[in-house]
């Protein structure tokens, strides 16, 4: 598929976050045809000019982890509602899971997914190949590794049909001889599906009737700590490209900054696990469920200070939105998952304000990371010969958060009520602009990513 037209851009004097970690400075940047072709001093300006004073450009934010429920249940979210959900967010790229209906796992359920976010998504799409138990063929036999970002692996029972938990057909997917199928990274959802049971079995026959508080207890840390030790291990022994999908405890955190950062383990963790804690369930109940849990406030902490020393690369929202109806179901059948895309980069910027992180590791978790975890060459940097993916950001401009102004199609948020420091005003896809001022712009649609996955595993 061809890329989409690209445009031309210049920004003045805005405060730009360079790649690798530099300080931001005051500065100019121009796009054209696309591709960003001046950073700093821009001599000779190209298409409209913004005056950009007193506002952050930042590369757009990759966010590499989303459901939005097409095919399937979109009565909760669909690709374009979910899209324009992430440029509002100042989202330009996005990587959506297979747990839709029917799953994401073979060749014509990858094509039905690329057709439908052709001309309707907000936003770039790039969609994971779904394991199964006997599927680990598919993406060498059916070629299919151009179409997928990474192959997912549900290791315990989540939201969707799909899980891999018997040890063979899980080790079976990571020694895949295939050299272009072992280029494809594996992300893996990482709880232990015994001990879920286990833990499930204990609570019935103590005659104990849980309730949303004892979701964090049942999927406790040890789950999450065991299915992610054993991922790492066939990693390490298949020479495989592992990303951790939303990290949510100090135990997991401890373990992966006692191995080497080789660039095969790699690992993400989550706003609301950052933001949330157990606390939280007594004031939002079943909205503040999700998979893994959020947890005791310690393993935030402990987050947050892997993030901070490099053991966890970037940030992701594990968007998972259902509606509010489905939501206040008792526990035990309401739905797990929260809305969070359009919020991810509002509540770091919060972050910045509030002095607990700065706006170049900003850059790094939300843009640059997750580019480099995935392959995504021309993402997430200000850099001349980079896409023109940019978002525009008010560091001083405060929000409330409301459910009424969610324009995901669930129709909440768990943040509704923080005031929040700092909001996206422009959004930009290749040098134009398709969310700005409050309005989306007619006619300016996203991509197909391309990722490149250099040499061959070894």
Not at 330 to 347: F, K, N, W
Request: aromatic content about 6%.
């Amino acid at each position: 598929m061809q890329p989409s037209p690209g445009g031309s851009l210049t920004f003045r004097e805005a405060t730009l976050v360079p790649p690798g970690g530099a300080p931001p400075y005051i500065g100019d940047l121009a796009i054209e045809g696309g591709r960003i072709v001046a950073v700093g001093v821009v001599e000779r300006p190209v298409g409209e000019v913004i005056d950009a004073r007193g506002h952050v450009l930042l590369p757009g934010v990759i966010d590499p982890q989303v459901h939005f429920r097409e095919p399937g249940p979109t009565h909760k979210e669909d690709l374009e509602t979910g899209s324009r959900a992430a440029a509002v967010g100042g989202v330009t790229a996005f990587l959506e899971m297979p747990n839709t209906a029917p799953p994401t796992t073979d060749r014509a359920t990858l094509l039905d997914k690329h057709a439908r976010a052709a001309g309707r998504c907000r936003a770039h799409w790039g969609f994971f190949l779904g394991a199964t138990p006997d599927n680990q063929d598919t993406l060498a036999r059916e070629d299919l590794t151009a179409l997928v970002c990474g192959l997912k692996i549900f290791m315990g029972s989540s939201t969707g049909t799909l899980l891999v938990d018997d040890p063979a057909a899980l080790e079976a997917h990571f020694a895949v001889p295939d050299a272009e199928a072992r280029r494809v990274p594996i992300a893996v959802h990482a709880e232990d599906e015994a001990r879920l049971v286990a833990n499930k079995a204990r609570y019935a026959a103590e005659g104990r009737v849980a309730t949303v508080s004892d979701h964090p207890k049942l999927r406790d840390a040890e789950a999450a700590l065991l299915a992610t030790r054993r991922a790492v291990a066939l990693a390490e022994k298949y020479r495989r490209r592992l990303h951790i999908l939303h990290l949510s405890t100090a135990d997991e955190a401890a373990f992966l900054a006692g191995r080497p950062r080789d660039g095969l383990v790699t690992s993400e963790t989550l706003p609301q696990y950052l933001w949330l804690d157990a606390r939280d369930y007594e004031r939002l109940g079943t909205r503040a469920q999700m998979n893994p849990p959020v947890r005791e406030a310690q393993h935030g902490e402990a987050l947050w200070a892997a993030l901070h020393a490099g053991v966890i690369d970037c940030l992701a929202t594990d968007h998972a939105p259902h509606t509010l109806e489905e939501k206040a179901r008792p526990y035990g059948q309401a739905p797990s998952g929260m809305p969070g895309v359009e919020t991810l980069l509002p509540l770091m910027l919060h972050a910045v304000a509030l002095g607990k992180c700065t706006l170049s590791q900003l850059a790094t978790w939300l843009c640059e990371a997750p580019a480099r975890c995935y392959g995504l060459r021309d993402k997430g940097r200000l850099a001349v010969g980079a896409d023109g993916d940019v978002v525009l950001v008010d560091p001083g401009l405060r929000r409330t958060l409301r459910d009424a102004d969610v324009v995901s199609r669930c129709g909440w948020t768990p943040f509704a009520g923080w005031t929040l420091t700092g909001a996206p005003v422009m959004t930009v896809l290749r040098g134009r602009p398709v969310y700005r001022g409050g309005q989306f712009l007619d006619g300016v649609y996203g991509d197909s990513l391309v990722f490149d996955r250099g040499a061959p595993a070894l």
